[in-house]
């Protein structure tokens, strides 16, 4: 076992936040979807703050994006096209985590400073940071000036598209978090992940790698 | 001074209007008199003739019809009315006095006396009268009602005063038909301040227009109509209503403004494309809207949502080019409720009125075209439409949150939480069981690995 510094401090305070965020959205979210079923909060502050929240959100994915772009880390999303290596890598991955975990079997991907994410990780984390949070985010702002962007709601399908894409992606982020909270209380103690996202620092099992193998071209 | 327009007419008819004025119309709106400007007014010898036999109270002539005309007209009423400077022969210039005032009188009822008497008000008041040809009450006319009204019905032409002189409530003759309107008017934010005479309040014309009125539920003229006093109130409403543009948009001023008014839902069809939509018009002569609604809804409970985009089809390919679509709108259901509207600090602003599952206004659901009359020609909705994933595009304009969610989405985010949630819970359940097998396993690898 040894410790390797995966998670520099950008990356955790934007992490963090996002988590918190995430956690506002979704309960604003439900409180505006489902007001009356519950009330924690008026529904009109429910609207401002899901407004705040999600513009927080917006920004704080441009910290994340400029981190990534400008530094070497950018190397942790870059996605492997070779189907031939990155199916056979997925299904042992998922392999292990339905399976093999059980039975205390290693884990088949070793993490390191470029590679942090294991193929399940990877292409998911592609897909939510790329692809589903900013069309969660463009349909947010939609739906928070409707009257403004009227032709481009219009061009879409209409408000009841927009809201009804905006409402399955949070459906998605719903079950994405479930899974996320369960997921990370499988390192080798239940909150080793949660200490490494807060410390940088994570626990790897195994003897430590050579410098040169945790160069960039390694991963 | 005279209108010169009229001169060559009346020299021609001097002795015609002797008579003239025995046709006079009903009197249907009282206005105080004013001596003062009477006194100021000479009548010519002809018209002074005629009011010699007609300024009696008694005098009147039975019609066809079974009613008696009053043939009265005050000379008095006459000086002070907006009128005193015409001559009786200006509006009745088609009397021929050689038999005026013998034998049975030609008018068969006072309603045909009001319809030949029209032209007459045309020849001055030209511009209000293109007005009125466009107005609701004009298209009812033209259907053959018999009481939309005429210019008689609110003017008497032999009394009229500028009603800026009239005291509103008592000499608005929108009463006479819109009864429980007028009273429910009279009684509300706007009534009260015109009684106390705190600020100038509207009168019916103020929001309707007098000539030129057009069926309320239809386009948004009334709502410009409360901006164009209420100059901040777009303003105010940002300052606490999210989103406050769309909801001006969407929803009509008395449905917060009225607290006590029951609400629905209203659906109006629009056709074209992008920003050239405009509202779909029922095709004179061939209504088509009642009867395609009708085939649709043969079970007479309202149309479901395929029926709906089914019809939305059909006017949809009536057209060469564009989509027929729906524009949902909040409004009052009964136009009485309009007209009740209280003072600000008691209007609906608890945004959970509309912005919950089974709100009350989402309880009545109806699809409006705009009749070939100006009015609205409506069929009932499934109030179930609007939240129905089928209507994702035919009702993709209309969209309340939380109120017109769709119910399948609802199914889905259970189903993704109790299966997300029951997955991980068979798998921690699942490592709980194994865990002797990873203990052995563990201490078979630490055995392994450890000195040989």
Known sequence: MYKLYIHPLPVRIWHWLNALSFLLLIFTGLQIRYAGLFDVISFRNAVILHNW??????????????????????????????????????????????????????????????????????????????????????????????????????????????????????????GFLLSHLYLISLGHTTFAHTKAMITGYEDIEGEEPSAAAEAPETR | ?????????????????????????????????????????????????????????????????????????????????MHNENSCADCHYE????????????????????????????????????????????????????????????????TVKSWELAEPEAAMPCGKCHDKIFDAAATDVHGLARSNKENPAPVCSGCHKAHGVKAASLGTGLKDTCLDCHKD?????????????????????????????????????????????????????????????????????????????????????????????????????AGVDAHRLAEKSKAISDCKTCHQAGAEPFQSVILTIAGPDGRPIRHDVKKEVLNSLFSIDSVHGFYVLGSTRIKLLDYLLVLVVVGLSGGLLVHMTARWLFRRAREKRAKDAQRDSGPK
């Open chain 2, 1 to 81: 001074m005279k209108n010169p327009a009229f001169a060559l007419r009346r020299s021609a008819s001097l002795l015609a209007a002797m008579f003239a004025l025995a046709l006079a119309l009903p009197c249907t709106q009282a206005i105080a008199q004013d001596d003062e400007d009477a006194e100021e007014i000479a009548l010519e010898e002809e018209d002074l003739a005629c009011l010699e036999c007609h300024d009696d109270p008694k005098l009147e002539t039975q019609l066809e019809s079974g009613e008696t005309l009053s043939l009265h007209i005050s000379t008095k009423a006459f000086l002070g009315s």
């Open chain 2, 95 to 158: 009397i021929d006095i050689e038999d005026h005032g013998e034998g049975q009188s030609t008018i068969t009822s006072k309603r045909e006396l009001g319809v030949s008497m029209g032209d007459s008000c045309r020849d001055c008041h030209k511009k209000k009268y293109r007005e009125y040809d466009d107005s609701v009450h004009a298209a009812l006319i033209a259907e053959g009602s018999k009481k939309a009204p005429m210019c008689a019905d609110c003017h008497n032409p032999h």
């Open chain 2, 233 to 333: 109130a777009a303003e105010l409403h940002k300052v606490w209503l999210p989103n406050a543009e769309l909801h001006f948009e969407a929803i009509s001023c008395p449905v917060c403004h009225s607290p006590d008014a029951q609400r629905r839902i209203n659906l109006r069809l629009y056709h074209g494309t992008g920003t050239s939509q405009q509202q779909l018009l029922e095709k004179s002569g061939v209504p088509q809207f009642l009867k395609r609604a009708k085939a649709m809804d043969v079970e007479g409970e309202g149309l479901g949502d395929r029926e709906l985009i089914a019809l939305l089809k059909q006017f949809t390919n009536d057209a060469d080019d564009g989509k027929t679509v729906v524009r949902g709108r909040l409004e009052v259901t």
């Open chain 1, 53 to 174: 929240v999600g513009f927080f959100v917006g920004a704080n994915f441009l910290l994340w994006l400029g981190f990534y772009l400008f530094s070497d880390k950018i190397k942790v999303y870059q996605p492997e096209l070779n189907p031939k290596k990155y199916f056979p890598a997925m299904f042992r991955q998922v392999y292990f985590y339905a399976y093999g975990i059980l039975r205390g079997e290693p884990n088949p991907y070793r993490v390191t400073v470029y590679g942090k994410f294991n193929p399940m990780q990877a292409m998911t984390y592609q897909i939510v940071m790329l692809l589903l949070l900013p069309l969660q985010f463009y349909t947010g702002v939609l739906l928070w000036d409707v009257t403004g962007f009227a032709a481009q709601i219009d061009m879409l399908g209409g408000v009841r598209v927009i809201s009804t894409v905006h409402v399955l992606l949070s459906i998605a982020f719903v």
